[in-house]
């Protein structure tokens, strides 16, 4: 009977309930997506207790997956899908090079003026970025929206620090870049740390005997009208991490950037004459064009 399903006919049945789907892609991404899977647990003889041992892990990632930690963003990067992702669909040539995500991005974040502290108050070695945006033929692209986000002197991103913030953000903030197409602000030296261990994406990490650090990095996201989106990081050149394999594979030689030291008693790029070291970073975002 039809209804007798096996090892064999299996993975075609199942494809074959999808052949009503309206949606062509979604239609496609299925009938693929059953192959595969079909295709791994018969190579690999997956056995019951195998199974349920993925579904069980599938569970906890979910329930670290809160609107402030996302463990499922953080499962995809340390199997390098989304970077993979990012190549398939960013060959960007003449732009700037873009990278993931990364699972600390929030849309909670405040509104900041060119030129403020983005810390939130949060000490540590004060840090002035200027930056660009321009198009490939180096005109500037005004009015583009610029969200920026990194970690604290430690390591640690705000949302890993709830409780000692009172729940508010730090060191992260949405700017827009003027007429000139350019964006700065103050905030505070970034460090290299770990990825979250404590989840279940730990435990992957662990089982395989790899390092979970990440060399020092600035988030940043830039949109503007006419223009595709650039998801971006940029990496302290002389991060003791750096030529180590990112546990995220995101790092990238053409996003290093020269954080140069200053010491007391020279001044800010915003004129102040600094009672303390600081670092400064210029970069200029090259944004490509909006094809669709």
Same mark, same amino acid.
């Given at each position: 009977?039809?209804?007798?399903?096996?090892?064999?006919?299996?993975?075609?049945?199942?494809?074959?309930?999808?052949?009503?789907?309206?949606?062509?892609?979604?239609?496609?991404?299925?009938? &693929?997506?059953?192959?595969?899977?079909? @295709? =791994?647990?018969?190579?690999? #003889? /997956?056995?019951? +207790?195998?199974?349920?041992? !993925?579904?069980?892990?599938?569970?906890?990632?979910?329930?670290?997956?809160?609107?402030?930690?996302?463990?499922?963003?953080?499962?995809?990067?340390?199997?390098?899908?989304?970077?993979?992702?990012?190549?398939?669909?960013?060959?960007?040539?003449?732009?700037?090079?873009?990278?993931?995500?990364?699972?600390?991005?929030?849309?909670?974040?405040?509104?900041?003026?060119?030129?403020?502290?983005?810390?939130?108050?949060?000490?540590?070695?004060?840090?002035?970025?200027?930056?660009?945006?321009?198009?490939?033929?180096?005109?500037?692209?005004?009015?583009?929206?610029?969200?920026?986000?990194? &970690?604290?002197?430690?390591?640690?991103? @705000? =949302?890993?620090?709830?409780? #000692? /913030?009172?729940? +508010?953000?730090?060191?992260? !903030?949405?700017?827009?870049?003027?007429?000139?197409?350019?964006?700065?602000?103050?905030?505070?030296?970034?460090?290299?740390?770990?990825?979250?261990?404590?989840?279940?994406?730990?435990?992957?990490?662990?089982?395989?005997?790899?390092?979970?650090?990440?060399?020092?990095?600035?988030?940043?996201?830039?949109?503007?009208?006419?223009?595709?989106?650039?998801?971006?990081?940029?990496?302290?050149?002389?991060?003791?991490?750096?030529?180590?394999?990112?546990?995220?594979?995101?790092?990238?030689?053409?996003?290093?950037?020269?954080?140069?030291?200053?010491?007391?008693?020279?001044?800010?790029?915003?004129?102040?004459?600094?009672?303390?070291?600081?670092?400064?970073?210029?970069?200029?975002?090259?944004?490509?064009?909006?094809?669709?």
């Amino acid at each position: 009977m039809a209804i007798d399903l096996t090892e064999e006919t299996i993975t075609a049945a199942v494809q074959g309930t999808f052949a009503g789907a309206r949606d062509a892609r979604l239609r496609e991404l299925f009938v &693929s997506l059953v192959q595969h899977l079909h @295709d =791994v647990a018969r190579e690999t #003889r /997956l056995t019951s +207790e195998e199974w349920f041992t !993925a579904v069980d892990f599938l569970e906890r990632v979910g329930h670290l997956s809160p609107p402030t930690r996302q463990e499922f963003v953080l499962l995809s990067d340390i199997l390098g899908l989304s970077v993979l992702v990012d190549q398939i669909n960013h060959a960007r040539g003449s732009a700037t090079d873009s990278t993931l995500l990364g699972p600390f991005y929030v849309e909670g974040r405040p509104r900041a003026e060119n030129g403020a502290d983005i810390s939130g108050g949060v000490t540590g070695m004060p840090l002035f970025f200027s930056g660009g945006a321009v198009d490939p033929e180096g005109r500037p692209v005004a009015g583009a929206y610029v969200d920026t986000w990194h &970690s604290d002197g430690e390591g640690f991103y @705000d =949302v890993q620090q709830a409780d #000692r /913030l009172n729940g +508010e953000t730090a060191m992260r !903030a949405l700017l827009a870049t003027d007429d000139d197409g350019r964006f700065w602000f103050r905030s505070i030296v970034p460090r290299y740390y770990p990825v979250p261990t404590e989840g279940p994406c730990g435990e992957i990490l662990r089982a395989a005997g790899r390092s979970p650090m990440r060399p020092e990095h600035i988030h940043f996201w830039l949109h503007a009208k006419d223009h595709e989106s650039l998801v971006t990081m940029l990496f302290r050149g002389d991060d003791p991490y750096l030529e180590k394999r990112d546990a995220v594979f995101g790092a990238k030689s053409s996003l290093v950037a020269d954080f140069v030291q200053h010491d007391a008693g020279e001044t800010a790029p915003d004129g102040t004459v600094m009672s303390e070291p600081f670092q400064t970073v210029e970069w200029t975002f090259v944004l490509a064009p909006d094809r669709r």
